[in-house]
T-cell receptor, first 116, second 109 residues
Framework: GAVVSQHPSRVICKSGTSVKIECRSL??????MFWYRQFPKQSLMLMAT?????????EQGVEKDKFLINHASLTLSTLTVTSAHPEDSSFYIC????????????FGPGTRLTVL | GQSLEQPSEVTAVEGAIVQINCTYQ??????LSWYQQHDGGAPTFLSY????GLEETGRFSSFLSRSDSYGYLLLQELQMKDSASYFC??????????FGQGTELSVKP
């Protein structure tokens, strides 16, 4: 149980284009999902908290107009990187909190974004 | 401010025991979690301490001392497949996780 999927696993795009990443909880409902970014050999940095049916809460320094988050259902959250630039190239990982009372976060497999 | 400190890298041999320490200084604290991440993969949950003391899960154990703002992950009977990065993370308000910089564990034959 508690499986989280992400799609796509890898994406290469041209500078200036937008990229959408999906995060799904496959066997549980997640009222809260989180989006992280991880640069090579570095830690996971929380970008935003995604709550079903309401606006996402962004961490300090994260541009909400550049990283659009939508949490339309209890099993799906999407992150759209708008007008991507090479410095946005990173590993984007989502997580979802299982509603089992432990607040354990289960992570998706990540999406490797490369902006040319 | 929020900060977590853990060693950047640790090397050990197969069959050995290794301890990865984590000290933290955060504005909120609900517990300490540990995650394992293999190169290019997703973090996988290992252990959680909400209260002081030792939690044991198979070959992995985790300890927390809230008064010392300190915890550790203990890995026993090391195997080659345990080579990975290990992150401590503070569970904060709203279910957020604040991650340490990670410890790269290399297990040698």
């Amino acid at each position: 149980g508690a499986v989280v999927s992400q799609h796509p696993s890898r994406v290469i795009c041209k500078s200036g284009t937008s990229v959408k990443i999906e995060c799904r909880s496959l066997d549980f409902q997640a009222t809260t999902m989180f989006w992280y970014r991880q640069f090579p050999k570095q830690s996971l940095m929380l970008m935003a908290t995604s709550n079903e049916g309401s606006k996402a809460t962004y961490e300090q320094g994260v541009e909400k107009d550049k990283f659009l988050i939508n949490h339309a259902s209890l099993t799906l959250s999407t992150l759209t990187v708008t007008s991507a630039h090479p410095e946005d190239s990173s590993f984007y990982i989502c997580s979802a909190t299982a509603s089992d009372g432990t607040d354990t976060q289960y992570f998706g497999p990540g999406t490797r974004l490369t902006v040319l | 401010g929020q900060s977590l400190e853990q060693p950047s890298e640790v090397t050990a041999v197969e069959g050995a025991i290794v301890q990865i320490n984590c000290t933290y200084q955060t504005s909120g604290f609900y517990g300490l979690s540990w995650y394992q991440q293999h190169d290019g993969g997703a973090p996988t949950f290992l252990s959680y301490n909400g209260l002081d003391g030792l939690e044991e899960t198979g070959r992995f154990s985790s300890f927390l001392s809230r008064s010392d703002s300190y915890g550790y992950l203990l890995l026993q009977e090391l195997q080659m497949k345990d080579s990975a990065s290990y992150f401590c993370a503070v569970n904060n308000q709203g279910g957020k996780l604040i991650f340490g910089q990670g410890t790269e564990l290399s297990v040698k034959p």
